[in-house]
């Protein structure tokens, strides 16, 4: 009887808490930062670039709904963009300078501080879901090439050719970069659009537990082998229940060096800052000082979102749970 009784008591104040938590579930995404310009854009491409983003945010934000952790969304999400060719991710990464396609994915779960990152993989179609088996399923936190390859077949997961991540597009602008590295009349032009484009999520789920995930072929013409800061945790991504989860896109080797998603969750950690004051301080101002390119985006525990950025651009989007819904690709 006694038992019952305190069971009854549990259900009784969790279903509240539970309610309270269903309410600040919220998701976040980004499609890369850079120079993107709207005189470089076509009406149709701006809107396939806002249809993918939505429909990316709307499969993570309803994993959320249905009582799924926040760590199967930005799973679900990532794949999603991944699966794209219009982000430099999966199926739409860049080139290295050996004209092979090298991907970087890394994930964080908030609540236990775990994590799992993969560096250089060639043929593992879902780059974020082996850094997820790595956190579950190794005593690792980051795999690189062959061991990363070996491992997830090993795990289950799809592999491809290494030319079903060749697209057109991408090897252009490899073509086209190398040729302005060549070109001593400086006549050719490469624009930073052509060197980001990293995907990434960030979730709180109704549990209180938060999650980022990020997922790149890192920067066009990058040296075979070169690894920037997605796989990182801390530089590129990181998630503390206590204070944010952050998932970065830009030029990596700042990233790194700046610590970005670390040096955000120590300023409210250790200063009390609000996510927006501590996600604007390190990309606005000590990013900006140290010369690096990009942006991230953040959720803390209360589901409130920031998505600073020092570029031209960046796609972005979010869902809250009251019923906020925004894509967007450019400066407000
Ligand atoms: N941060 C990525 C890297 O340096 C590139 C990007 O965000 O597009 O590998």
């Given amino acids: 009887m006694k038992k019952i009784t305190v069971l009854l008591l549990i259900c009784l104040f969790s279903v509240p808490v539970l309610f309270a938590q269903k309410n600040k579930i919220a998701i976040a995404i980004h499609g890369g930062a850079g120079t993107i310009k709207k005189e470089n854009m076509t009406p149709e491409l701006e809107k396939s670039y806002h249809e993918i983003l939505k429909l990316a945010l709307d499969s993570g934000y309803l994993v959320l709904e249905k009582g799924g952790t926040s760590l199967d969304a930005i799973e679900v999400t990532i794949k999603i963009l991944e699966n794209s060719p219009l982000f430099n991710a999966g199926k739409g990464a860049v080139f290295a300078n050996n004209g092979k396609n090298e991907l970087d994915a890394a994930i964080m779960d908030g609540k236990t501080l775990k994590a799992g990152a993969v560096a250089g993989l060639t043929t593992i179609k879902n780059p974020i879901m082996a850094a997820k088996e790595v956190m579950l399923n190794s005593k690792h936190v980051l795999l690189t090439g062959e061991g990363a390859e070996v491992f997830a077949k090993k795990q289950g997961l799809q592999s491809v050719d290494p030319n079903y991540f060749h697209t057109d597009k991408?090897?252009?602008?490899?073509?086209?970069?190398?040729?302005?590295?060549?070109?001593?009349?400086?006549?050719?032009?490469?624009?930073?659009?052509?060197?980001?484009?990293?995907?990434?999520?960030?979730?709180?789920?109704?549990?209180?537990?938060?999650?980022?995930?990020?997922?790149?072929?890192?920067?066009?013409?990058?040296?075979?082998?070169?690894?920037?800061?997605?796989?990182?945790i801390g530089a590129g991504t990181y998630a503390n229940n206590e204070t944010c989860a952050i998932s970065?896109?830009?030029?990596?080797?700042?990233?790194?060096?700046?610590?970005?998603?670390?040096?955000i969750s120590a300023l409210m950690e250790y200063k009390n800052l609000s996510l927006k004051k501590a996600s604007e301080k390190v990309v606005l101002e000590k990013l900006v000082k140290m010369g690096g390119e990009g942006g991230l985006i953040a959720i803390d525990k209360n589901g409130n979102v920031s998505l600073p950025f020092n570029s031209e651009g960046m796609y972005r989007g979010y869902k809250k749970a009251n019923g906020e819904l925004k894509t967007a690709i450019y400066k407000e």
């Fill in 248 to 263: 970065c896109t830009g030029h990596g080797e700042f990233f790194i060096r700046a610590v970005v998603a670390y040096d």
């Fill in 170 to 232: 991408r090897f252009e602008q490899l073509q086209k970069t190398k040729a302005a590295e060549q070109d001593t009349t400086g006549s050719i032009k490469v624009e930073k659009t052509d060197k980001y484009g990293t995907v990434g999520a960030v979730a709180l789920d109704q549990y209180g537990n938060l999650a980022a995930g990020t997922s790149t072929g890192g920067m066009n013409n990058k040296k075979y082998g070169r690894v920037g800061d997605t796989p990182i």
